[in-house]
Nanobody
Framework: QVQLVESGGGVVQPGGSLRLSCAAS????????MGWYRQAPGKQRELVAA???????NFADSVKGRFTISRDNAKNTVYLQMNSLKPEDTAVYYC???????????????WGQGTQVTVSS
């Protein structure tokens, strides 16, 4: 099993910034992809940003130029720096990782519990 602990959500005014963190622990041999998804009320969960172990990054078009994603492999932690936040960024943000377990099983996806981000004046 893998545990994900998220932090950094909150309430911010439009134009403000927040930084989300997600630390993974447990039965991990390696982490392939680390990423962030979000789900707004009444909408489907969507990818916000993801980063692979090789450093390849993928962003949703709606956040390009405003959000950055990074990872600290030594700490099994992924970060999402969110700048120039807009009301439409309001959602529950979920961390997700794809790992190879210590037992050698690959392609295992795990989700965090979610952290609320609210952008409002």
């Amino acid at each position: 099993q893998v545990q994900l602990v998220e932090s950094g959500g909150g309430v911010v005014q439009p134009g403000g910034s927040l930084r989300l963190s997600c630390a993974a622990s447990g039965s991990i041999r390696s982490i392939n992809t680390m990423g962030w998804y979000r789900q707004a009320p009444g909408k489907q969960r969507e990818l916000v940003a993801a980063i692979t172990s090789g450093g390849s990054i993928n962003f949703a078009d709606s956040v390009k130029g405003r959000f950055t994603i990074s990872r600290d492999n030594a700490k099994n932690t992924v970060y999402l720096q969110m700048n120039s936040l807009k009301p439409e960024d309001t959602a529950v943000y979920y961390c997700s990782v794809v790992v190879t377990s210590r037992g050698g099983v690959s392609g295992l996806r795990y989700w965090g519990q979610g952290t609320q981000v609210t952008v409002s004046s």
